[in-house]
């Protein structure tokens, strides 16, 4: 646990406070003819979250391969009695049409068909992926989601990546009938952006890292990855955006309505094990978890 003017906070990291006085007539004692204000405490919570750098991780797909092999001939039927009618190199992509007898399979290479050795192929992971270069502060356009805001609070959650890597993060909204993504943002390494006017509530963060982005939909779904360096995280700390009631304060003949306003800052970056300062608790989850 960590404290912070004699408030008890749940566990995090270092605190910053940001405090600003909002004053507007609330209302009026007519007895007394005093006139009721808001005084509004912002407060700033930063968490600290490094990743671990891990292999790079590539999607799957039916029937799109590359070639694993330095050269692979293309044959005129499945075994190497028939005549080679092309030879193909490492990476060049073939689309499986058929599979034979003995792991010959039927292909189609640069709008030419012919047989080819399975044991040479391996599944292509860029297929049916979308790049996409997205500035910081976009929401990803296949993202199927109403975005949703209270334009009468003035609060935020900022996030600051590093240079190792670039980030999805959805903020997800904690309801009794199921929980609902309601902002979804890119932000480039080295940026920062701040997600603002959040309604009420407690909410929680998936946060999707790596390079090379890419999306597609299927079923009318969006699904978005990273193709190098992939890693996807769910927070366990929650963050609690409600407004807390404080006691009056009164100043002269005015009286002030006193709320603290919670705010949230998340740095995050890629690191080495050793370097690891995690504030910020999460646990992985896959890709598929990541896009529900």
């Known amino acids: 646990m960590f404290f912070f003017d004699n408030i008890e906070l749940p566990v995090g990291t270092s605190i910053q406070r940001k405090s600003q006085r909002n004053r507007r007539l609330a209302g009026l004692n007519l007895a007394k003819l005093i006139s ?26 039916d029937n799109q391969f590359i070639v694993a092999s330095t050269t692979l001939n293309v044959r005129s039927g499945p075994g190497t009695n028939y005549d080679i009618v092309a030879t193909l190199s490492s990476g060049d992509a073939v689309s499986l049409i058929e599979k034979k007898q003995s792991g010959w399979w039927l292909v189609e290479y640069a709008n030419n068909v012919g047989y080819v050795f399975s044991q040479y192929l391996e599944i292509d992971p860029l297929a049916g992926w979308e790049s996409k270069d997205y500035r910081t502060g976009v929401t990803p356009e296949c993202e199927n989601v109403s ?42 390494s080295g940026d920062t952006f701040s997600i603002k006017n959040i309604p009420e509530g407690r909410y929680y963060l998936k946060i999707a890292y790596g390079k090379d982005y890419r999306q ?12 190098k360096n992939a890693h996807y995280e769910k927070g366990t700390d929650i963050l609690d955006y409600y407004k807390v009631k404080q006691p009056d304060k009164r100043i ?35 890709e598929k978890e990541f896009n529900k």
């Open 216 to 227: 597609k939909k299927l079923d009318n779904q969006c699904y978005i990855k990273f193709m």
């Open 36 to 61: 009721i204000k808001n005084e509004i405490m912002k407060y700033l919570i930063t968490i600290l979250f490094a990743v671990v750098i891990i292999p790079e991780i590539h999607g799957q797909s």
């Open 252 to 286: 002269g003949n005015e009286v002030y309505e006193n709320w603290i306003v919670p705010s949230f800052e998340l740095i995050l970056d890629v690191l080495s094990s050793d370097n690891r300062d995690d504030t910020f608790k999460s646990k992985n989850i896959s």
């Open 147 to 188: 975005p949703q805001y209270d334009f009468n609070i003035d609060n935020f959650l900022r996030v600051t990546v590093g240079s190792n890597t670039d980030v999805v993060v959805r903020l997800m909204q904690i309801n009794n009938w199921g929980d609902l993504c309601i902002r979804v943002v890119y932000v480039r």
